[in-house]
């Protein structure tokens, strides 16, 4: 996304909110960057600031899906003044120089920006997602710490961010008393490493000393970074025998992170571990209907044929960030032309997003390149012969369809000849324990998952 993608994104928003909104508001935003998921603008103050999110952030985000390049959040900070000082032609004399605001002013609290959205009202709670969800409401409560830290892992978009901002919005509501302070661990460490350069680390530990409730997010981020991690690993120990609860998030488990000390590995497996699992098609499913009712509202006017949303339920299995992103894209785009929303239009304005999700590896391709490297019969894995030198590649294969897919049991079970889910999970421990002990095994899964993911 460059700027010029923003100059594009802007003509559309004149559309959307009329020219007056357009040039009181959205004129004034500067791109700052767009990554991770986030817009971020500069903007002159904080009531600008939280007047366009309030107002205005559902559309840009809307057209920035639009334009290709969706986002979870947009965000806004209050520009330096110098910058603009700067940009006018050269002071004749050397005024004073500009005074340098700095970024933390009294009232900011040193944390990063909550997401308005990112609510528990506005999470779908569903299988995959129930144990995290209801972890995150009980640390919402406020109430003793019982678990410490609560670690919540899973990958990209599957709402990590969104359980951690909705804990710190409702701790705001059930325990104002407390010292609330979310950020990312890349905040963490850039809040570090410039309290290092500035020499106020004391005045660093302090403040994360002083909190109650420490959310740090996306927290791999700081493997492999030594110093950091050493100073995370104080504050985390700080906190905790201050009984002040932690919640710590990570895309993968404590145990997987690489270059992570081991004593913090340890650290972090101390309280409440639980992943959020690949959404499945119910939960996608409300996730989508939950938005609609949000689009209708903002576009009204728009009509929406039946079984789009199931369709997009059933196609889009990536994650949630793209399923946002697909719905977000269809109503602008379908404002924009005039037309109902429905299956052609859907093919029309998604191709790319739904081209790439057709490239998921599906359970038949596993059994055809497993069947072909056995040089067992494609049937026969499906079949009931219980040879050995058949039922082993059979198990091969039902081992890998469980570890690089993200279907059920159950499902896998289907399509291996209508087994039951118990008779999968035996085939799957089966090769875990013959890989413990079997180096020709090892190599054989390994050269089929190579295979499969190219
Ligand atoms: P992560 O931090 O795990 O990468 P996010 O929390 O940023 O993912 O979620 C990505 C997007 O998907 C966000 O817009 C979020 O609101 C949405 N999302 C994820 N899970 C859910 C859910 N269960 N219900 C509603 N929205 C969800
Ligand atoms: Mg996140």
């Known amino acids: 996304m460059t700027n010029e993608t923003w100059g594009q ?20 935003l500067r791109l700052s960057h767009l990554k991770n998921g986030v817009a971020s603008f500069e903007v002159p103050t904080t009531f600008f600031g939280d007047w366009v999110s309030r107002n205005f952030a559902d559309h840009i985000r809307g057209q920035l899906a639009f334009a290709g390049a969706p986002v979870d959040r947009v965000e806004f900070t209050v520009g330096a003044p110098a910058d603009r000082a700067a940009a006018a032609k050269p002071a004749p004399r050397a005024a ?20 308005q959205r990112f609510t528990f009202d506005n999470f779908v709670v569903g299988k995959p997602n129930e144990l995290a969800h209801a972890a995150a409401r009980r640390v919402a409560e406020g109430g003793p710490v019982t678990f410490n830290p609560l670690f919540l892992y899973g990958g990209v978009g599957l709402g990590k961010t ?11 509501i059930n325990r104002p008393d407390l010292h609330v302070l979310y950020l990312s661990a890349e905040q963490f460490m850039y809040r570090f490493v410039q309290a290092l350069r500035d020499k106020q680390i004391m005045d660093f530990k302090e403040l994360f000393r002083s909190v109650d409730v420490l959310m740090v997010d996306d927290v791999q981020f700081i493997a492999g970074k030594d110093s950091t991690q050493e100073e995370f690993f104080h504050t985390f120990n700080a906190l905790v025998d201050q009984n002040k609860q932690i919640v710590i998030s990570a895309d993968r488990a404590p145990g997987e992170i690489k270059d ?9 497996q101390c309280g409440l571990v639980v992943d959020l699992h690949p959404t499945d098609y119910e939960l996608r499913l409300g996730i989508l209907q939950a938005k609609l009712e949000h689009y209708s509202n903002q576009y009204r006017g728009l009509t929406m044929a039946p079984g789009v949303l199931e369709f997009l339920a059933h196609r889009i299995t990536t994650n949630v960030r793209v399923l946002e992103g697909a719905l977000m894209r269809l109503f602008a785009f379908a404002s924009l032309v005039g037309r109902e929303i429905n299956l052609d239009l859907v093919m029309e304005c998604l191709s ?7 490239k998921r590896l599906t359970i038949e391709e596993i059994q055809r390149k497993v069947a072909e490297h056995y040089n067992v019969r494609l049937s026969d894995m499906i079949g009931p012969k219980r040879l050995r030198t058949i039922a082993r590649p059979r198990q091969v294969a039902m081992y890998l369809s469980k570890q690089m897919t993200s279907r059920s049991l159950p499902e896998i079970g289907r399509r291996f000849g209508g087994r039951d889910h118990t008779t999968i999970m035996h085939g799957v421990r089966k090769i875990e324990e013959l890989m413990a002990a079997d180096a020709q095994l090892v190599d054989d899964v390994q050269l089929l998952k190579r295979l499969l993911q190219s």
């Open 162 to 172: 969104h359980l951690m901002h909705a804990i710190a919005h409702e701790l705001k």
């Open 96 to 115: 004073a120089k500009p005074a340098r605001v700095r970024a933390a002013a009294a009232e900011d609290v040193p944390g990063a920006q909550l997401e």
């Open 260 to 268: 992570l000390e081991d004593r913090i590995r340890s650290r972090l």
């Open 9 to 28: 994104v802007r003509e559309e928003l004149i559309k959307r909110v009329g020219q007056n909104n357009y040039t009181t508001w959205i004129e004034p």
């Open 352 to 358: 790319d997003i739904l081209r790439s999700s057709e």
